[in-house]
């Protein structure tokens, strides 16, 4: 596989930001939710505060794994278009690495 050099930068920021056990969990909520939108006080039960939270989910939105959509003063988020394929797809890999 050739990567470009900006492909090794946004490859290196998935997976640093991945590597927070928080929003990995967080990620993996919203891929359980096939599609549907979750507000922040749905995912809320992480161990975190709300607010923390919310900066989690920020981090996970600016590198393109999740989307957000306001309605007012709630924000709801969801997986990026793509995402939850490319995730079951690498969590089936990892269950064939360990047969």
């Given at each position: 596989?050739?990567?470009?050099?900006?492909?090794?930068?946004?490859?290196?920021?998935?997976?640093?930001?991945?590597?927070?056990?928080?929003?990995?969990?967080?990620?993996?909520?919203?891929?359980?939710?096939?599609?549907?939108?979750?507000?922040?006080?749905?995912?809320?039960?992480?161990?975190?505060?709300?607010?923390?939270?919310?900066?989690?989910?920020?981090?996970?939105?600016?590198?393109?794994?999740?989307?957000?959509?306001?309605?007012?003063?709630?924000?709801?988020?969801?997986?990026?278009?793509?995402?939850?394929?490319?995730?079951?797809?690498?969590?089936?890999?990892?269950?064939?690495?360990?047969a």
């Amino acid at each position: 596989m050739d990567l470009s050099a900006a492909d090794m930068v946004w490859w290196s920021s998935v997976f640093k930001t991945l590597g927070d056990p928080v929003r990995l969990q967080l990620l993996m909520q919203l891929a359980e939710r096939s599609g549907a939108e979750a507000a922040v006080h749905e995912l809320a039960d992480v161990g975190v505060s709300p607010a923390t939270v919310s900066h989690h989910l920020k981090r996970l939105r600016c590198i393109g794994l999740i989307e957000s959509r306001r309605d007012g003063r709630l924000v709801y988020y969801r997986l990026g278009e793509g995402v939850r394929a490319a995730l079951m797809q690498i969590l089936h890999q990892r269950s064939q690495v360990g047969a």
